[in-house]
């Protein structure tokens, strides 16, 4: 499996911004997606994942929406609202619907919020 994100750019607080991720390799429907971020100096940290259902890290919920096209074999994440504190790499990552560990992982695209 082979991840690609993109979409990344300078942005100001309050702007929205989509990034998107390529999925190629397997049966992208059969994967559970993430997406994932890391500022300088800090842990990554989950930001979203969609399968069945979408899950939200309480720092995005409410501003940020995760959805996937599996015709296209890819993955978005719509930021709102954008924060100095959203600062960072984000990663796409994926896993088979059958294991629980993220075991596959895009190159990040980094998205810059200035105040």
């Known amino acids: 499996v082979q991840l690609q994100a993109s979409g990344g750019g300078l942005v100001q607080a309050g702007d929205s911004l989509t990034l998107s991720c390529t999925f190629s390799g397997r049966t992208f429907s059969n994967y559970v997606m993430g997406w994932f971020r890391q500022a300088p100096g800090k842990e990554r940290e989950f930001v979203s994942s969609i399968f069945w259902r979408t899950v939200y890290a309480d720092s995005v919920k409410g501003r940020f929406t995760v959805s996937r096209d599996n015709a296209k074999n890819t993955l978005y994440l719509q930021m709102n609202n954008l924060k100095p504190d959203d600062t960072a790499f984000y990663y796409c990552?994926?896993?088979?619907?059958?294991?629980?560990?993220?075991?596959?992982w895009g190159m990040g695209t980094l998205v810059t919020v200035s105040s």
């Open positions: 990552a994926a896993h088979h619907r059958a294991v629980d560990d993220w075991r596959v």
